[in-house]
């Protein structure tokens, strides 16, 4: 038997918030791959590298939009404006998000604000615009919000962070049972460790607060892993095309495991 591998998302509409690198540029270009229009948010007033050659890859189909995830008036914004390049919306990528850590008697109430806005209250209401968008185009959408490993369990240097992605995996929870009756499925993507710019940033706190020569806790990190390395921004894609498509038309409200083995929940 035959089984179609391409063009899983043929057509269909996704917007990607915080895609101008790392797994959301990955994710962008595997969407595109599969035949969507991509709408790629950032916070750069201009397209990245990344997008640009995507958009040259691509012709007609990847609109960039600069938009802040933590400011209301830029979520509507975003989320006219892809719908005015491309027309109804029918996947979000959900997964603008920053990091920070220190000991937990350091994490202050600063560092939360930060990271709670972005992580939290801008991936909530991004969400929020878009399946309010979703139900009135009756576009029988899908979510794809990434949360992380650090949302299943606690860390003594990460304790907001964790708090955040443990907010998503209850969020994507909630919203899979309140839009199920309008047939859009909510999901969520747990990731390990993946080398991208966000790690460099990750590695150097580490550094910081275990006393590690830089370049030392990715290295352990990746180690660690039980298929024995640190993933790859395309090792995120897999799932992120499964779940945006119609081939994950029964799964709702559930957050997937992608981390070469480091979590069995
Ligand atoms: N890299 C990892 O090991 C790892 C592990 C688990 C989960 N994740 C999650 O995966 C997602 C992508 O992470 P990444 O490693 O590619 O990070 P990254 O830092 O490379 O990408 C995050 C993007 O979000 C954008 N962004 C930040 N604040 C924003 C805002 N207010 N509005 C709009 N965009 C904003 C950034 O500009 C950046 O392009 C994040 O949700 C992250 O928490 C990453």
């Not at 590298?49 to 890859?57: D, H, K």
């Not at 990434?146 to 907001?160: I, K, N, P, Y």
């Not at 945006?244 to 992608?258: G, P, R």
Request: charged share 15%; hydrophobic share 45%; net charge neutral.
């Amino acid at each position: 038997m035959s089984v179609k591998v391409s063009k899983r998302l043929l057509d269909r509409h996704a917007v990607l918030t915080g895609a101008g690198g790392g797994i959301g540029a990955a994710v962008a270009g595997s969407y595109l791959r599969e035949g969507a229009f991509c709408s790629v948010i950032d916070l750069p007033a201009t397209a990245s590298e990344e997008v640009q050659t995507l958009a040259v890859q691509y012709p007609g189909k990847v609109k960039y939009i600069s938009a802040n995830v933590t400011n209301s008036a830029d979520i509507d914004r975003l989320v006219q404006e892809a719908s005015d390049a491309f027309g109804p919306i029918h996947v979000l990528y959900n997964n603008a998000a920053i990091f920070d850590m220190a000991p937990l008697l350091e994490s202050d109430e600063a560092m939360y604000d930060k990271m709670f806005a972005v992580n939290v209250k801008g991936a909530f209401f991004v969400m929020q615009k878009v399946l309010a968008h979703m139900v009135a185009h009756k576009t029988r959408g899908s979510v794809v919000n990434m949360a992380s490993q650090a949302g299943r369990r606690g860390e003594a240097l990460v304790s907001h962070y964790c708090a955040t992605k443990a907010a998503i995996i209850s969020y994507t929870q909630s919203a899979a049972l309140a839009m199920a009756p309008h047939h859009i499925r909510v999901n969520g993507i747990a990731p390990g460790v993946i080398a991208t710019p966000m790690w460099k940033h990750v590695d150097a706190l580490f550094a910081k607060y275990e006393n590690l020569p830089l370049g030392e806790k990715k290295k352990q990190v990746g180690l660690a892993v039980p298929l024995g390395y640190m993933g790859d921004p395309t090792d995120i894609c897999g799932a992120a095309i499964f779940l945006a498509s119609d081939e994950a038309s029964y799964i709702t409200a559930q957050t997937l495991n992608v981390d070469g083995g480091n979590v069995m929940s």
